[in-house]
Structures are given as structure tokens and as C-alpha cells.
Nanobody, 115 residues
Framework: QVQLVESGGGLVQAGGSLRLSCAAS????????MGWYRQAPGKQREFVAN???????NYADSVKGRFTISRDNAKNTVYLQMNSLKAEDTAVYYC?????????WGQGTQVSVSS
């Protein structure tokens, strides 16, 4: 079993920054993929970024150059640094982890960007 707890969401003005954290507990290791999805009101959940075995990262085109994903293996925590935030980044952000082909999700954290 894997548990994921997100934190760091909030309300910020356009152009501002936020850092999300996702703390993992249970049977998870540095080789397991972890990342973020988001879901805006009335829209489908969409991929934001992930970090895979070896530390390689992937980003959605919409956040490239603005968001940075990183991982602290000692703390089993993944971070999403979000800079130059836009109104369209407003969404609930969900952390996820893939362990033995099973996907686990956090409860989500709200990010609201005012224009």
C-alpha cells in the first residue's frame, strides 16, 4: 500500500509562484514513477509532469519552462515548483505514484490563480 499526501496549494496572483509537495509513505522506492495531474472545473484530468527512474522528467507542453518537478528520495517526497502562474493553471492538483503497475493518487490540493 502507498499513501500520498499533497500540500502547498492556495490562491496566488497571476505571475506568482507556488510549490506543491507530495509526501509518500508505504512501499515506494526511488525507482517508482511519481508525478502530478490536474483537473480544472468542467475539464478532464490532465497530465502535468512526472519524474521517473533515474531522475528523468517529463512535462506537459503547457507548463514547460514554468514548472519544475523534483524529488527528495530520502524524504520520499516529490515537489512541483510552479512559476509564472496563469489563470488557466487554476485546478485541483493530484499527486500520483506508480508501484508494481498500480497507480495511487493523493486527495488533491487546490491551486487558484487570479488574473
Amino acid at each position: 500500500q502507498v499513501q500520498l499526501v499533497e500540500s502547498g496549494g492556495g490562491l496566488v496572483q497571476a505571475g506568482g509562484s507556488l510549490r506543491l509537495s507530495c509526501a509518500a509513505s508505504g512501499s515506494i522506492f526511488s525507482r517508482n514513477t511519481m508525478g502530478w495531474y490536474r483537473q480544472a472545473p468542467g475539464k478532464q484530468r490532465e497530465f502535468v509532469a512526472n519524474i521517473i527512474s533515474g531522475g528523468n522528467t517529463n512535462y506537459a507542453d503547457s507548463v514547460k519552462g514554468r514548472f519544475t518537478i523534483s524529488r527528495d528520495n530520502a524524504k520520499n517526497t516529490v515537489y512541483l515548483q510552479m512559476n509564472s502562474l496563469k489563470a488557466e493553471d487554476t485546478a485541483v492538483y493530484y499527486c500520483y505514484a506508480i508501484v508494481i503497475m498500480q497507480t495511487y493518487w493523493g486527495q488533491g490540493t487546490q491551486v487558484s490563480v487570479s488574473s
